[in-house]
């Protein structure tokens, strides 16, 4: 079974720190996503990398950033937290290509900026 | 851009009842389509997808769906409805990124509500 970990359940932080999602998969996949999940927006994605140090914008790359030193580890970082930044974020795994193309998920990090 | 919609919020279905859960969608080529149920609090569960064959994908816990070409559909079924298939449903569409990668567009989600 694909397993996508990550590193907290739920975190609460100040308005201005600098805050890490930590995201680790062990299926060897290529692709690996952030997602944030709003009431009624649905996911809305923020990165992704396809590769070791390659990266992708998604929709909402605003006040985010992304580091992928290593294939398994997907890193999400808000370089400065706002309230707005409140939110339950998703990371994912997938296959770069072939028939089993869907993309598993983590729990889930439930993040509030206080 | 591709895109998914799903069209409504909440689906309400007695218990024992079939469901449908909608979901309409744009790509241009070939569609990749998935479905996944999420629970209170956890990530996304997968499924079932569609990526060519069959147009009635079956897939975990029961459910299918049925692809449909001419009306852009992958509608979400299940002929008997239980309690605990009450949830937080997302249809999906992978689209093409730059480079030759490619992401996940989801819809803004159906919630299903199985009355006893």
């Known amino acids: 079974d694909v397993k996508v970990t990550q590193s907290s359940r739920y975190l609460v932080k100040r308005t201005g720190e600098k805050v890490f999602l930590e995201c680790v998969q062990d299926m060897d996949h290529e692709n690996m996503f952030w997602y944030r999940q709003d009431p009624g927006l649905g996911l809305r994605l923020i990165y992704f990398?396809?590769?070791?140090?390659?990266?992708e914008k998604g929709d909402i790359p605003e006040g985010y950033s992304v580091s992928r030193e290593k294939k398994e580890r997907f890193s999400l970082i808000l370089e400065s937290a706002s309230t707005n930044q409140t939110s339950m974020y998703l990371c994912?795994?997938?296959?770069?290509?072939?028939?089993?193309?869907?993309?598993?998920f983590g729990q889930g990090t439930r993040l509030t900026v206080v | 851009a591709q895109s998914v919609a799903q069209p409504e919020d909440q689906v309400n279905v007695a218990e024992g009842n079939p469901l449908t859960v909608k979901c309409t969608y744009s790509v241009s080529g070939n569609p990749y389509l998935f479905w996944y149920v999420q629970y209170p609090n956890r990530g996304l569960q997968f499924l079932l997808k569609?990526?060519?064959?069959?147009?009635l994908v079956k897939g975990s816990y029961g459910f299918e769906a049925e692809f449909n070409k001419s009306q852009t559909s992958f509608h979400l079924k299940k002929p008997s409805a239980l309690v605990s298939d009450s949830a937080l449903y997302f249809c999906?569409?992978?689209?093409?990124?730059?480079?030759?990668?490619?992401?996940?567009?989801f819809g803004t989600g159906t919630r299903l509500k199985v009355l006893a």
């Open positions: 994912a795994s997938s296959l770069w290509s072939g028939m089993n193309t869907e993309a598993f």
């Open positions: 990398s396809y590769d070791v140090k390659m990266k």
């Open positions: 569609y990526i060519t064959g069959d147009n």
């Open positions: 999906a569409v992978r689209d093409s990124g730059t480079s030759g990668t490619y992401k996940y567009i």
